[in-house]
């Protein structure tokens, strides 16, 4: 357990106004507006306008960007989550290919590919994910790929199908502290079943790097947090982000509390002596952040370069 003066730095209130520190530039930029551009031509959905990342500009402007896949309506009603909710239509099976030829095209460095919930699909959309990745593989061979991936119920069968695809990373986010994420997280989906499909993916013989994500301001004690770090860890994640959740609507659960910057900096520390071999942790710091994009791009590529390939 932590000592308490290692999160004894002073939080900012709860008001209705953000902190300095929340606030972002707007988008511009050659790069920027020509990835927005072939977004817009090739009907992709990115995760980056979904979900109003604040960190559009950089991520578009450096070369990366999130894409989702299965549509934009998700079958689970999470309170914390901006994307719409309702009977999803059927699976377009024309996706993977167009994916595949607008990440060529955009000539990414770093792909991450995510999607709704599809508990309508018998495999949750599994079999989807991987003809994402195989496509992306063929067309863009240079790109690496990030897929954060739905819970599938905890079917391990599900999770193998992405597993086998040999993505470069596979992602899955536990979100909140195990006491909050019945409040926090739609009823399908629990703590416990996130951890146990994370620890099934690192033990699997493709040898993945396995990330995970928390997001910070719900109500959390620093001891939770303490235990959260420990039990990913303990599944074998390899890479943890930690960022500050924030209210996309007045029907979304409220912000507690808006944690500092030098606060998510003594987290990171923390997390950091567990052994995760990264920990991106901030205000701004999103699930797919492009400071641990780059990390795993890095490992990734040295990775390859001692193997010959």
């Not at 303990?234 to 924030?246: F, I, R, W």
Request: proline letters at 6%.
């Amino acid at each position: 357990m932590a000592t308490p003066d290692r999160f004894s730095l002073p939080q900012a209130p709860q008001t209705g106004r953000k902190p300095e520190w929340l606030k972002v530039r707007l988008p511009h930029g050659e790069a920027y507006e020509r990835v927005k551009g072939i977004v817009r031509e090739t009907h992709l959905a990115t995760v980056c306008e979904e979900a109003r990342c604040p960190n559009i500009a950089e991520c578009w402007g450096g070369g990366t960007a999130t894409v989702m896949l299965m549509g934009e309506v998700c079958t689970r009603a999470c309170r914390f989550c901006h994307v719409k909710v309702g009977a999803p239509p059927p699976l377009d099976p024309e996706e993977p290919e167009h994916l595949g030829r607008a990440v060529a095209e955009l000539k990414l460095a770093y792909i991450v590919v995510t999607s709704v919930n599809r508990d309508d699909q018998p495999d949750g959309g599994a079999g989807h994910f991987a003809q994402a990745i195989r496509a992306i593989r063929r067309e863009a061979p240079k790109t690496r790929i990030e897929v954060l991936i739905p819970d599938f119920q905890g079917a391990e069968r599900d999770l193998g199908t992405v597993a086998l695809a040999r993505p470069d990373v596979l992602a899955h986010n536990v979100e909140t502290v195990e006491r909050l994420t019945p409040d926090v997280r739609d009823r399908r989906a629990s703590y416990r079943q996130s951890l146990e499909a994370l620890r099934y993916l690192k033990q699997r013989p493709e040898g993945l790097f396995t990330k995970s994500s928390v997001m910070l301001g719900l109500g959390e004690t620093d001891e939770e947090l303490t235990r959260t770090f420990r039990d990913l860890r303990s599944a074998g994640v390899d890479v943890l982000t930690l960022g500050q959740y924030l209210q996309p609507s007045q029907y979304h659960l409220r912000v507690e509390r808006f944690v500092s910057p030098q606060q998510f900096d003594a987290y990171k520390r923390q997390a950091e002596e567990l052994g995760f071999l990264y920990v991106a942790a901030g205000p701004l710091v999103r699930s797919s952040y492009r400071a641990a994009e780059l990390f795993m791009k890095g490992l990734l590529d040295r990775e390859r370069t001692a193997q010959g390939r």
